[in-house]
């Protein structure tokens, strides 16, 4: 059975085996470096205790995705609580400028890319990452949904609006349209190299090297122009996924390959508006409806797919294998959504 719980140290070298393993990302980045990822486990420990405040370096939290009766490491999913972790995060917003000439009755509207930070500090859905053979499926749905109900558990912790950047266009032999037409004319690097430094450390060398001027849309290659705001083909699962939840593309794109980056209202997620608290009370025999039940808080934090059945009183049942899953006993409370 599956069970998304905080990842440990002990899970490095799993974790690793997915990164490396993962062709096009579903999601921001996870750091495919030893020393780099060791970091963000740790720090993710120390956030889910709550040694970390807002106002220190923001909490980051790493999931994975278990296998219990195998012990496989399957899958992660990440939720940084501020975007940008106390710098700035950056994308491109699309907009226009209005070109015209009165004296020739001539007047066009230009597409433009305006380097922007707006969207710092808000709560980043991210580092997802799954078993390619596992697209699609339940324990998908599961890992993914899983940080929204923590966020709904631990809803002080984030803010009003969150966001999540999704991969764009790749082509098969590796090249990223958009950014061999615009970003490697100012990185001394290939596209996979400024991804990686954009998830070991942070995008504020963007602001070093890009111009801070409108990229004029119009002057960039006809391949990159179609890929503005297009989903990688492995990212279309989690894309429809999170529209499912309540995310919409905005006006902003990801700065390396012009991937949407989609947004919503925190308190309008599907999963949180859908799911209700209840206390756990006697074992049930596998029967009912399959859920995401989720038990804990902070470093305790479980959640899994269980068949349940609801008593009378608001109380719910469970098979005694889904207690065991969770490390919960009767009376403690859960938090239940519909699958």
Request: charged residues 25%; contains cysteine; hydrophobic residues 40%.
């Amino acid at each position: 059975m599956w069970l998304v719980r905080p990842a440990k140290p002990d899970d490095l070298d799993r974790i690793l085996d997915i990164a490396g393993a993962q062709g096009a990302r579903l999601s921001s980045t996870l750091p495919r470096q030893g020393d780099a990822l060791a970091y963000k486990i740790e720090h993710s420990q120390a956030s889910f205790a709550g040694r970390i405040g807002i106002d220190d370096d923001p909490p980051r939290f790493l999931f994975v995705l278990e296998n219990t009766e195998s012990g496989e490491i399957a899958g992660t999913a990440g939720i940084d609580a501020r975007a940008g972790n106390g710098q700035p995060f950056y994308n491109y917003r699309r907009d226009a400028l209005i070109h015209a000439s009165h004296e020739l009755g001539v007047s066009r509207r230009v597409e433009v890319l305006y380097p922007s930070h707006s969207l710092t500090d808000t709560t980043l859905l991210c580092s997802f990452s799954i078993r390619p053979e596992l697209r699609g499926s339940d324990a998908f749905e599961l890992l993914s949904r899983a940080r929204i109900l923590f966020i709904a558990e631990h809803r002080d912790w984030f803010t009003h609006r969150v966001a999540v950047e999704i991969q764009g266009v790749q082509s098969d032999d590796g090249s990223v349209p958009f950014w061999d037409s615009l970003g490697r004319h100012f990185f001394d690097m290939d596209f996979e190299t400024a991804d990686q430094y954009s998830g070991q450390l942070s995008k504020t060398f963007i602001a070093e090297l890009m111009p801070p001027n409108p990229i004029y849309v119009t002057l960039l290659s006809e391949d990159a122009q179609a890929a503005m705001g297009q989903p990688h083909p492995v990212t279309v699962g989690n894309f429809e996924l999170l529209q499912r939840e309540g995310f919409q593309a905005g006006c902003y794109l990801d700065i390396f390959d012009a991937g949407p980056v989609l947004e919503a209202r925190t308190d309008s997620l599907r999963t949180l508006v859908t799911s209700h608290q209840a206390e756990l009370h006697g074992a049930n025999d596998d029967s009912g409806e399959t859920c995401l039940i989720a038990g804990g808080e902070g470093e305790a934090f479980r959640c899994t797919l269980s068949n349940l059945s609801e008593t009378l009183d608001g109380a719910v049942k469970v098979p005694v294998s889904t207690w065991k899953r969770l490390e919960r006993t009767s009376g403690d409370r859960v938090r239940i959504a519909p699958l």
